[in-house]
């Protein structure tokens, strides 16, 4: 199998677009694609600065290596979630990496801010340890941005995770979260931009560049992953992916040209009573499961 650009030999083929490449090529097609969803969607400029949420797996990892070398100014941001082993190692792979590549990186620990980590969090709160990580994270990535200055939040959500996101919601038909399946999703007031540049990438694709690129990053999964159904929509849709190579790119692509007939999803946000971020109800979500004691206080002062 010889590549496409230079009819050396082919280390991978991209079924999706037909495609054999070298070494070189791939890690050129790889980098392409990022800079093209960055332009296609007007994701950021590269004077602004980004805080690039990192889980210490391989997307978020591979977008922080990828964004410093097109040039963007990146800083770090790890959430701890005191899940036992498994943040001590995703931790862990962090750090290494910001002592590697020279970039600043900043820690979130949830029990130094709440005395205990998700697990036992979610037990108290009465919520499923995936609902409460994402309000978690969600609360503290774009805290983090308003107070620290940066112009947006760059994750490393990519293609499969897009298209699963929106299946599981199609078939929900879960409208107000339709809408919001998009690349970026602009900012508003406290609200910072967020930014997705590894929408146009595969795992597959994402998976190889980390590796030639000897990026080094965790590979054990979250001890609470089997519980999320998006999972087996995410596999659901890798056996249609195979029989017939493009599919999720297709998908996508179109839903992307029809967004609006889902609406714009936007909803009239105001400041949280308590800690003064976005919301859409008087009181947030976060404080709401959180701050139970200051919400009963300012109930009785209403």
Not at 45 to 63: A, C
Not at 201 to 221: C, V
């Amino acid at each position: 199998m010889k590549c496409r650009k230079c009819r050396g030999k082919a280390i991978i083929k991209l079924y999706e677009h037909n495609l054999p490449l070298c070494k070189e090529h791939f890690l050129e097609f790889v980098e392409g694609r990022v800079q093209k969803a960055i332009t296609d969607f007007r994701m950021v400029k590269r004077k602004e600065r980004v805080l690039v949420v990192v889980s210490g797996g391989k997307d978020s990892l591979t977008l922080a290596f990828i964004l410093k070398k097109l040039g963007y100014r990146i800083s770090l941001l790890h959430i701890d979630l005191g899940i036992d082993e498994y943040s001590e190692i995703s931790r862990k792979f962090c750090e290494e990496f910001a002592n590697l590549y020279e970039l600043p990186l900043q820690v979130i620990s949830i029990k130094k801010e709440w005395g205990k980590g998700i697990k036992e969090l979610a037990r108290e709160t009465y919520k499923s340890p995936c609902s409460l990580c994402g309000l978690v994270k969600r609360y503290y990535f774009n805290k983090f941005a308003y107070e620290n200055g940066f112009s947006c939040v760059a994750t490393g959500h990519n293609l499969d995770d897009m298209v699963s996101a929106l299946m599981a919601n199609l078939l929900g038909w879960r409208i107000s979260y339709i809408a919001k399946q998009t690349p970026v999703l602009p900012e508003e007031g406290k609200l910072k931009r967020r930014i997705k540049p590894l929408v146009y990438l595969t795992e597959r694709e994402i998976g190889a560049y980390a590796f030639l690129q000897g990026i080094p990053f965790s590979r054990q999964d979250c001890p609470y992953a089997h519980t999320a159904s998006f999972l087996k929509i995410k596999h659901l849709l890798n056996q249609l992916e195979v029989s017939s190579p493009g599919t999720k790119y297709s998908f996508y692509l179109g839903f992307l040209k029809n967004k609006q007939l889902f609406g714009e999803g936007k909803v009239t946000l105001r400041e949280c009573a308590l800690c003064g971020f976005p919301t859409v109800t008087e009181i947030c979500s976060f404080c709401k499961t959180f701050r139970k004691e200051e919400v009963r206080n300012y109930a009785g002062e209403s």
